[in-house]
């Protein structure tokens, strides 16, 4: 009996001990935590501030990369707009980026014909080595005719109002140390 009453009370001793050092380690991590508060919260801070840019800058790069349906013709062949747009894709655009999305057709013939088209394009650029991505989407580019970007620019050629100085009067006016001696006043 009295050996069972030792050994009871010696094991939950020796369990309190390390439910005590449980406890104090859990302090200890707690503590520290506390300390040093904000640091180790900013990173996932910074990253949830800079995520949606990321995304933003992403969509822009795809809408930019992409050739709508307007870059092709009716039998779904790259134009030569189209073939410049996919020259600059595979040879200007930064590396990371250089990925052509092409808008997919009303039927997946279509849509083969306008990847193959592109394929072609992109293989007489670059004949060996690494080809970019073709990726299909479905979103159309934000395109307007060139008609109507000319009539847009000359009419903001037409209302820019010339530039002119105004008369100097007042506070405008240049100071005397300023003006050439044999400057002449203009009217």
């Known amino acids: ?11 939950a001793l020796s369990g309190s001990f390390i439910g005590c050092a449980n406890v104090r380690h859990q302090a200890g991590i707690d503590y520290a935590r506390n300390v040093s508060w904000p640091q180790p919260f900013r990173a996932a801070d910074c990253n949830s501030v800079i995520a949606p840019f ?17 870059l092709f013709s009716a039998d779904q062949a790259l134009s030569d707009a189209g073939e410049i747009k996919v020259q600059w894709i595979v040879t200007q655009a930064p590396v990371s980026h250089r990925i052509v999305y092409v808008k997919s057709g009303a039927s997946e013939q ?67 140390q300023t003006v050439a001696p044999n400057a002449s006043e203009t009217k």
């Open 54 to 70: 990321e995304v933003m800058r992403d969509n822009g790069w795809r809408e930019n990369n992409t050739l709508g349906s307007s």
């Open 110 to 176: 279509e849509t083969n014909a306008r990847v193959e088209s592109v394929q072609l394009a992109v293989s007489k650029l670059i004949p060996s080595g690494p080809l970019p991505q073709i990726l299909v989407t479905e979103i159309e580019p934000a395109t307007s005719s060139g008609a109507y970007q000319t009539l847009v620019h000359r009419a903001l050629i037409k209302t820019t109002p010339t530039p002119r100085l105004s008369k100097f009067s007042g506070l405008n006016a240049p100071s005397q």
């Open 1 to 11: 009996m009295r050996r069972s009453l030792t050994a009871l009370t010696i094991a």
